[in-house]
T-cell receptor, first 109, second 112 residues
């Protein structure tokens, strides 16, 4: 079983739509979780950390469900500029950051 | 947030040669890592670059092929040795901070 699993998509949504991504992780001892955004031919950029209490940053909301071992990212009012690959990442033993395969989002007008 | 300068940004190399990639962080950091991202794939961790000691390699990666240096808390190099076309990929360094992990801009390697 992979340490971090994501649906690769692509998710094709119209502008203004709400879209949600889930990501599951296998190590129940994992403590830190992140969502990254990666644009084509660019490095991943940290979008947000995921806390146990959940966190929100503008149109983006991230949540953690420890019991089911998954994290989620919700994007409201999608913009064309949100089109990218969204990577979930989990810190495992040795402070190593392990990535999921990434979910492709395409927002269309 | 911290800034990581990675170079070269791209290179085309002959098979059998080696390429050394450098990463400079603008602040001291304990944790530095090297990743590979093959076309259309996610990031795979190659190794953890340990300051003052040998790097810690992930399964499938060995020191002879991917020697790593970490002479201080702001700098690291990754060498990809004895290049073959299968090594064509993007290589990224990363540094870990309390708020998350930051990445260099990547090195796009093409082996011909």
């Amino acid at each position: 079983r992979k340490e971090v699993e994501q649906d690769p998509g692509p998710f094709n949504v119209p502008e203004g739509a709400t879209v949600a991504f889930n990501c599951t992780y296998s190590n129940s001892a994992s403590q830190s979780f992140f969502w990254y955004r990666q644009d084509c031919r660019k490095e991943p950029k940290l979008l947000m950390s995921v806390y146990s209490s959940g966190n929100e940053d503008g149109r983006f909301t991230a949540q953690l469900n420890r019991a089911s071992q998954y994290i989620s990212l919700l994007i409201r009012d999608s913009k064309l500029s949100d089109s990218a690959t969204y990577l979930c990442a989990v810190i495992v033993y040795g402070n190593k950051l392990v990535f999921g395969a990434g979910t492709i989002l395409r927002v269309k007008s | 947030s911290a800034v990581i300068s990675q170079k070269p940004s791209r290179d085309i190399c002959q098979r059998g040669t080696s390429l050394t990639i450098q990463c400079q962080v603008d602040s001291q950091v304990t944790m530095m890592f090297w990743y590979r991202q093959q076309p259309g794939q996610s990031l795979t961790l190659i190794a953890t670059a340990n300051q003052g000691s040998e790097a810690t390699y992930e399964s499938g990666f060995v020191i002879d092929k991917f020697p790593i240096s970490r002479p201080n808390l702001t700098f690291s190099t990754l060498t990809v040795s004895n290049l073959s076309p299968e090594d064509s990929s993007i290589y990224l360094c990363s540094a870990g901070f309390n708020y998350g992990y930051t990445f260099g801009s990547g090195t796009r390697l093409t082996v011909v």
